[in-house]
C-alpha cells in the first residue's frame, strides 16, 4: 500500500529518501491559509508526524482561502480539521493536534522533538518568538508570508535571525495584508515553495542559503534577494 | 545608474529615496527600505540622498498567512 501511495513521489525522491521523510517531524505554526496548504503536501508527500498549532475555529471570513474549512466546519477548531482531512488523505502520517495559541511561554515546547518548523502565522511580533523558538531548539525555520497578490519565503538556519532583516526595526503588528488581503492563490503559492524548502531541508539537500524569494503574482515576477551576514539588523545588501 | 531590488534603474540628480518611491510607484503603506544595507527610518524619506551606484532594496511588510 505504501509503495503505491508514494509511486509518484518517485523519482523526485527516491525510496530512501522516502523511508527518511516517514521518520521526520515538524511543526506547523497556524493552521490558516498557508498551514492547510503545508499539512496537505507535507502529508501527501509522506512526512510522518505533523504538529499543527492554532487556537482558532474556522469563520466564514477563512473560505476565501484556508484549504481546510468549509461551510461544514465554521465554527469548529482548526486543527481538529486538520486532523480529520490527514486521516482521510494520508493515515499513515500522525497529527498531533494542538489547540493553542503560541506564546513565547509555549513556543518551546510546542517545537520540541521537531526536526523543522513551519511559519504559517499571521502576524509579525510573533514571527520573532518562533524565531527565537526555533533558534533556542536549533532547527531551520521556513518562513512565508504573504499580503494580496504578493508574498515571500526564506529558510531562516538557527541563529542566522533573518526575519531582522526582513522585516527590519518595524515594531507594526501586520503588513500590507491589512490593506490588499489574502488571497488563495497567493497562499497555495507561498505553501508550495514552503513545502519545497521544507522537503529539501528534511532530506538534508544542499539549498542555497540566506535568500529570500519575493513573489509578485500580479506582474509574474519572481525576485531573489540575497540577505547578508551581519549581527545588526540594520544592516542589508540587497544584491543577488 | 542605481540598483533597486537587484534591477538597474536610472538615477538623477537629487534623488531622494521619496523621489524614487513615488517614480517606482511604491505606494504602499508599509515598507521597509534600505540603501546600501542602511535602514531608512520613514522620516528621512525626504532628505535621505540616493547617489548615483547606490543600492537599493524595498521590501513592502507582509504578515499574512
Known amino acids: 500500500m505504501e509503495f503505491e501511495r508514494y509511486l509518484r513521489n518517485q523519482n523526485a525522491i527516491s525510496p530512501q529518501e522516502q523511508a527518511l521523510l516517514a521518520q521526520k517531524r515538524v511543526v506547523i505554526i497556524g493552521c490558516g491559509g498557508l498551514g492547510g496548504y503545508l499539512l496537505e503536501q507535507l502529508g501527501r508527500l509522506g512526512v510522518g508526524f505533523i504538529r499543527v498549532v492554532d487556537p482558532d475555529n474556522f469563520e466564514e471570513s ?9 461551510t461544514l466546519n465554521l465554527g469548529k477548531p482548526k486543527v481538529l480539521a486538520a486532523k480529520h482531512r490527514m486521516l482521510a488523505v494520508n493515515p499513515l502520517v500522525e497529527v498531533d ?20 518548523v513551519l511559519d504559517a502565522l499571521d502576524n509579525i511580533p510573533d514571527r520573532f518568538i518562533l524565531q527565537q523558538a526555533a533558534k533556542t531548539a536549533q532547527i531551520p525555520l521556513v518562513h512565508g508570508a504573504v499580503a494580496g497578490w504578493q508574498g515571500q519565503v526564506c529558510l531562516v538556519l538557527p541563529g542566522q535571525d533573518l526575519l531582522n532583516l526582513i522585516y ?8 500590507e495584508e491589512q490593506e490588499t488581503g489574502t488571497l488563495a ?3 497555495g503559492l507561498i505553501a508550495s515553495l514552503m513545502t519545497a524548502i521544507s522537503l529539501q531541508t528534511l532530506l538534508n539537500k544542499e539549498i542555497p542559503e540566506r535568500k529570500l524569494l519575493l513573489l509578485d503574482a500580479k506582474n509574474l515576477e519572481f525576485t531573489k534577494l540575497s540577505l547578508p551576514i551581519s549581527s545588526s539588523k540594520q544592516q542589508w545588501a540587497g544584491r543577488d | 545608474m542605481i540598483t533597486v531590488n537587484t ?11 521619496r523621489a524614487l518611491l513615488d517614480e ?3 505606494t504602499f503603506r508599509h515598507i521597509i527600505v534600505r540603501v546600501n544595507g542602511e535602514y531608512v527610518p520613514e522620516e528621512q524619506y525626504d532628505s535621505y ?3 548615483d551606484g547606490d543600492d537599493v532594496m524595498v521590501l513592502h511588510l507582509m504578515a499574512g498567512g
Open chain 1, 62 to 70: 477563512n473560505l476565501n482561502r484556508q484549504l481546510l474549512s468549509s
Open chain 1, 97 to 116: 493536534a494542538i489547540q493553542e495559541g503560541m506564546t513565547a511561554a509555549n513556543a518551546t515546547d510546542l517545537l520540541a522533538g521537531c526536526d523543522l
Open chain 1, 168 to 175: 527590519g526595526d518595524s515594531e507594526e503588528y501586520s503588513g
Open chain 1, 185 to 187: 492563490f497567493t497562499v
Open chain 2, 7 to 17: 534591477e538597474e534603474s536610472p538615477w538623477h540628480a537629487g534623488m531622494t529615496v
Open chain 2, 24 to 26: 517606482k510607484v511604491f
Open chain 2, 49 to 51: 540622498p540616493i547617489k
